[in-house]
């Protein structure tokens, strides 16, 4: 149940909420105005709609093509191979959203029936409304959801995530002439419309940025940092280690920390003023791989790669299995399997500015397309 309701029994909107949060503690934080935006229970953007696909606001891979989820499932079938093949594991994903990629992971792994057996499926995933929808696309295999990541039980786990990361609570900190300061929203007086807000007093938080981008930044640059996907990070590496198990997570972003605002705001498929559409926008920010890899390092995990999505697609196999449906097509449907493949692997399409990394408990052998 959902009370968005003021003190005069009217409906508030996201911006009536988030002006009387700003009214009561001050500027608000980017992370919480993210989280407030993308998963508040009542005015959240991913809470109130399924926001992917063409008539949505946005399209993510496994939604072009089959041939993502069914490769991702395959990459976890070895996986599991290479991990001994126990005999239980949770098979995890973080935000499913629609479901498609699990769907089609558990669909392709179906040629190794002991990996059906073995596997228990758990969903991490935020947002009631994606949830009644993945229990549609995924009924007959009895999922679990979870809020987070800190409620998965125990035992070995193959975990996948694709674009979940780029979804997690960001920090902006703004280099000036002392030292690094919270950028944070409040209202203007006057208009009483949000606006951005630079900190007086410098951020603690800076003690988290690469020393790189800690010692380059220049009086007015941007640098970011999301300490909620690094304490993530840092859990399942833990669980990797103590448990076992492999993590998949792709995302857009870079490989090494770099300085730069990332934050960006989606709807109907257009890039969109961030402010002007608070709740009714896609809000993310690039990953910092290295800062991701650093955290499951520190938690005593291995981080391999990143890589493009190109490369990995390719070495799993994506050309061969592109052919094998075309072949099965009609001219119409094989066109646009083909685009669908290229739109996945170019590099001036997802092809590049997707990366791919891997981390385990131990070490691996061979980690599929690593
Ligand atoms: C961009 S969608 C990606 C969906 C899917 N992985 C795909 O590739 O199509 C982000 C997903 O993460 C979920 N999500 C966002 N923030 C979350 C959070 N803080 N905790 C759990 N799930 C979250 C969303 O509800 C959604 O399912």
Known sequence: MCFAEGSFGLQLTILDYMRQRVEADGPMALSEVMKCTLTHPCFGYYATRNPLGA??????????????GELIGLWAVVSWQQIG??????????????????????????????FHVALDLHLVEASLALRKIQKNSLAGYAPTWH???????????????????DAMPITQLVRGSLGWHERRLSFDQQTKMPIWTVMAETSHLASLLHPKVLTTGQVGEIAEVSSFSLSIAD????????????ALVI????????????????KKHKFVDVLENLGQSDLTAHVDFAALSAAVNK??????????????????????RTYNLMKKSNYKQARSIE??????????AMGSLFKVSAWSGREVNLLPGL
């Open 235 to 246: 859990a399942l590496a833990r669980r990797l280690v103590s448990e076992g198990g492999v």
């Open 147 to 165: 809020n987070d990541v800190y409620s998965l039980p125990c035992g070995p786990s193959i975990i996948i995530a694709n674009e979940f990361f």
């Open 85 to 114: 093949s126990p005999r239980r594991f949770n098979f995890i994903e973080l935000g499913p959203g629609s479901g498609m990629m699990m769907n089609d992971a558990l669909r392709a792994s179906q040629l190794v029936p002991d």
């Open 299 to 320: 938690a005593g995990a291995i981080a391999y790669g990143p890589i493009t999505q190109s490369a990995f697609l390719l070495s799993l196999g994506i050309i061969q």
């Open 55 to 68: 008539l949505g606001d946005f399209v993510t891979a496994p939604e072009i093509s089959q041939m993502f």
């Open 251 to 266: 995302d857009y972003g870079y490989c090494n920390s770099a300085l730069g605002d990332t934050l960006q705001a989606v």
């Open 339 to 348: 685009a669908a493949m290229v739109r996945l692997i170019d590099s001036k």
